[in-house]
Nanobody
């Protein structure tokens, strides 16, 4: 069973930056595809970015050019660098993982492991 723990959330003003981290432990064979999701107040959960075991990445249109997903060489920790933050980025951000082939890895994949979430608040 993969355990995912997020960190790095907080409060910033519009235009600020934050870096989220997600550390995987336990059955890390289930982390070939990892992703960040978010759920804002009164909104549905949204896939933000994904990264495959061979570092293919995909982003939601709403964050392209502002957010960057990356992982450590051992692929057990992923990051989400968020720049030029906007109030609409306010949400609980979740890390997710699933064991699938790299060509299937995207925010639309069916993720099986989830973290507990970390709050990001952007004030205007």
């Amino acid at each position: 069973q993969v355990r995912l723990v997020e960190s790095g959330g907080g409060s910033v003003q519009t235009g600020g930056s934050l870096r989220l981290s997600c550390a995987a432990s336990g059955g890390t064979d289930g982390t070939a595809c990892m992703a960040w999701f978010r759920q804002g107040p009164g909104k549905e959960r949204e896939g933000v970015a994904s990264i495959s075991e061979i570092s293919n990445v995909a982003y939601a249109d709403s964050v392209k050019g502002r957010f960057t997903i990356s992982h450590d060489n051992d692929r057990k920790t992923i990051y989400l660098q968020m720049n030029n933050l906007k109030p609409e980025d306010t949400a609980v951000y979740y890390c997710a993982a699933v064991q699938i082939r790299w060509m299937e890895c995207s925010p639309r994949a069916a993720f099986t492991s989830w973290g507990q979430g970390t709050q990001v608040t952007v004030s205007s």
